[in-house]
């Protein structure tokens, strides 16, 4: 059973930096594609980027260009590189798993899920 738990969260100011950790266990992620997901306070959940078992990345558009997704199998560990962070990126930050050669930005489609790390952005 694969378990997830992320960290690296915290508060921030606008156009700051934070990188979130996904630190799995149970299972290697070799053959995992890797997803962050966030959710701000009165909003649904939303798909922020994601990495496949071979390292390539997908992200939504709204992040694109300021976030970076990687992967280091041999820490068993998935990054979130944030930078130019936004008011607007404040949210509970999560990461998923499934055991898949793609990956999406849709949450239905992971079966594991960690337990979430709050990111806060303000001055």
């Known amino acids: 059973q694969l378990q997830l738990v992320e960290s690296g969260g915290g508060l921030v100011q606008p156009g700051g930096s934070l990188r979130l950790s996904c630190a799995a266990s149970?299972?290697?992620?070799?053959?995992?594609?890797i997803g962050w997901f966030r959710q701000a306070p009165g909003k649904e959940r939303e798909g922020v980027s994601c990495?496949?078992?071979?390292?390539?990345?997908s992200y939504a558009g709204s992040v694109k260009d300021r976030f970076t997704i990687s992967r280091d199998n041999a820490k068993n560990t998935v990054y979130l590189q944030m930078n130019t962070l936004k008011p607007e990126d404040t949210a509970v930050y999560y990461c998923?798993?499934?055991?898949?050669?793609?990956?999406?930005?849709?949450?239905?489609?992971?079966?594991?899920w960690g337990q979430g790390t709050q990111v806060t952005v303000s001055s």
């Open positions: 998923a798993a499934v055991r898949s050669f793609v990956c999406t930005i849709m949450g239905p489609s992971y079966d594991y």
């Open positions: 149970g299972a290697t992620i070799n053959y995992y594609a």
């Open positions: 990495i496949r078992p071979n390292g390539g990345p």
